[in-house]
């Protein structure tokens, strides 16, 4: 789908180079399972060496590279005999578990060429919302950079439930690039750039470069409306780029036979301009890769506290409670017309709130005791939507 149609050479650019890319570090790059299978489903031995060649080759002139890879499911179909890939959840998840072991033993072997080790980071959402598990991630994958070994992340769909799932690798790898504060997000696919139409169509131009987060969501909405780019996962790749870009990392759309010339700052695929200010990275995880378990139901006061001072949620604000959750659950915080205005990381569980409602935590801590003298969801552990 329009992988075939290469874009300029740099010779054709006047040699011009991306400085965006050629002055970044530390790069992370997501490749999808159809850059990695064969038609049949299996591994393709020669796409994997050809994309380790690339990337040790970054590693061997000092950046780091974290690679986000897809294909674990893809690989396990033949070994189990399924035809195609599974429609059930449980046998997703049974062929994540046979072939999550294949892929990263491909990804060893082929990286042992250049004496480059590989280590395995298996991330479900819990992961990267609740502090603790957060903080883990975070020294894993610092450490394997720190060794010079190659991080090789997937989400682990061996135990992912829908609602604990990421969604895609293309998010998955936005979040990634967060979680690590990367320079640079490269998203590597079957098709070659971000175009104004369908990439068959002689018409379709191929979008150089994105410049803004309005500019993008123009980009996502037209081509997601009219020309369907839906096939190819070119929406969630779309909505990869916004997540990243607005974390402050520009990110590279293109075609994994183009990787290396992408990555030498060639002017190939299409290049998201980052915005200029970056978040607090855990609250950035907070608002985008968390579903709320439940909602807070907050009355016009405690929505101006909250959202126009930035304050921290107390009991007295707090008119309902939706939901089922326990204390560090992401949940919603909802105006009196029932619109999120902010997410949050909850202190109680859902069945101690009811009693809680609209009371001052002087008179809480005086009925129930010190441990009930605290925020229903701090400041700190709260961002606004």
Same mark, same amino acid.
């Given at each position: 789908?329009?992988?075939?149609?290469?874009?300029?050479?740099?010779?054709?650019?006047?040699?011009?180079?991306?400085?965006?890319?050629?002055?970044?570090?530390?790069?992370?790059?997501?490749?999808?399972?159809?850059?990695?299978?064969? +038609?049949?489903? /299996? !591994?393709?031995?020669?796409?994997? %060496?050809?994309? $380790?060649?690339?990337? #040790? *080759?970054?590693?061997?002139? &000092?950046?780091?590279?974290?690679?986000?890879?897809?294909?674990?499911?893809?690989?396990?179909? +033949?070994?189990? /005999? !399924?035809?195609?890939?599974?429609? %059930?959840?449980? $046998?997703?998840?049974? #062929? *994540?578990?046979?072939?999550? &072991?294949?892929?990263?033993?491909?990804?060893?072997?082929?990286?042992?060429?250049?004496?480059?080790?590989?280590?395995?980071?298996?991330?479900?959402?819990? %992961?990267?919302?609740?502090?603790?598990?957060?903080?883990?991630?975070?020294?894993?994958?610092?450490?394997?950079?720190?060794?010079?070994?190659?991080?090789?992340?997937?989400?682990?769909?061996?135990?992912?439930?829908?609602?604990?799932?990421?969604?895609?690798?293309?998010?998955?790898?936005?979040?990634?690039?967060?979680?690590?504060?990367?320079?640079?997000?490269?998203?590597?696919?079957?098709?070659?750039?971000?175009?104004?139409?369908?990439?068959?169509?002689?018409?379709?131009?191929?979008?150089?470069?994105?410049?803004?987060?309005?500019?993008?969501?123009?980009?996502?909405?037209?081509?997601?409306?009219?020309?369907?780019?839906?096939?190819?996962?070119?929406?969630?790749?779309?909505?990869?780029?916004?997540?990243?870009?607005?974390?402050?990392?520009?990110?590279?759309?293109?075609?994994?036979?183009?990787?290396?010339?992408?990555?030498?700052?060639?002017?190939?695929?299409?290049?998201?301009?980052?915005?200029?200010?970056?978040?607090?990275?855990?609250?950035?995880?907070?608002?985008?890769?968390?579903?709320?378990?439940?909602?807070?139901?907050?009355?016009?006061?405690?929505?101006?506290?909250?959202?126009?001072?930035?304050?921290?949620?107390?009991?007295?604000?707090?008119?309902?409670?939706?939901?089922?959750?326990?204390?560090?659950?992401?949940?919603?915080?909802?105006?009196?017309?029932?619109?999120?205005?902010?997410?949050?990381?909850?202190?109680?569980?859902?069945?101690?709130?009811?009693?809680?409602?609209?009371?001052?935590?002087?008179?809480?801590?005086?009925?129930?005791?010190?441990?009930?003298?605290?925020?229903?969801?701090?400041?700190?552990?709260?961002?606004?939507?």
């Amino acid at each position: 789908m329009g992988a075939e149609r290469h874009p300029p050479t740099v010779a054709a650019q006047n040699g011009r180079v991306r400085e965006a890319v050629t002055a970044a570090r530390r790069i992370v790059v997501k490749v999808g399972s159809s850059s990695l299978t064969t +038609a049949s489903g /299996g !591994l393709d031995t020669d796409r994997v %060496d050809a994309l $380790t060649d690339v990337l #040790a *080759a970054l590693a061997n002139d &000092g950046r780091e590279i974290v690679l986000v890879s897809s294909g674990a499911i893809a690989a396990g179909l +033949a070994p189990l /005999g !399924l035809p195609r890939r599974p429609g %059930d959840l449980a $046998t997703q998840q049974a #062929a *994540a578990s046979v072939g999550q &072991g294949l892929l990263i033993g491909q990804y060893a072997t082929s990286f042992a060429r250049h004496r480059r080790t590989v280590g395995q980071v298996l991330l479900t959402v819990d %992961d990267v919302t609740r502090r603790v598990h957060y903080r883990n991630a975070y020294r894993t994958l610092r450490k394997l950079l720190d060794l010079r070994a190659v991080p090789i992340v997937n989400e682990n769909d061996t135990v992912a439930t829908d609602e604990i799932r990421f969604g895609d690798n293309d998010r998955l790898a936005a979040l990634v690039a967060a979680l690590v504060q990367a320079d640079l997000l490269v998203l590597l696919s079957d098709v070659d750039a971000l175009y104004t139409g369908d990439p068959a169509r002689p018409e379709s131009r191929r979008i150089e470069e994105v410049h803004s987060t309005d500019e993008l969501a123009e980009v996502a909405i037209g081509r997601a409306g009219r020309s369907g780019v839906g096939t190819g996962g070119m929406v969630t790749k779309v909505e990869a780029a916004r997540i990243a870009t607005g974390f402050g990392i520009p990110v590279v759309l293109t075609a994994a036979p183009l990787a290396a010339q992408a990555l030498a700052g060639d002017p190939v695929g299409t290049l998201f301009h980052r915005a200029v200010h970056r978040p607090t990275a855990r609250l950035f995880w907070l608002a985008h890769a968390t579903s709320p378990r439940g909602r807070l139901h907050l009355d016009p006061g405690a929505v101006q506290a909250v959202v126009g001072r930035r304050k921290s949620l107390l009991p007295a604000g707090i008119t309902a409670v939706d939901g089922t959750f326990t204390a560090g659950d992401p949940v919603d915080l909802v105006d009196t017309m029932g619109t999120p205005v902010a997410r949050g990381l909850v202190n109680y569980d859902a069945v101690e709130l009811p009693g809680l409602l609209g009371r001052s935590t002087v008179d809480l801590a005086a009925a129930l005791g010190p441990a009930y003298e605290r925020e229903v969801v701090h400041r700190d552990d709260l961002v606004l939507l």
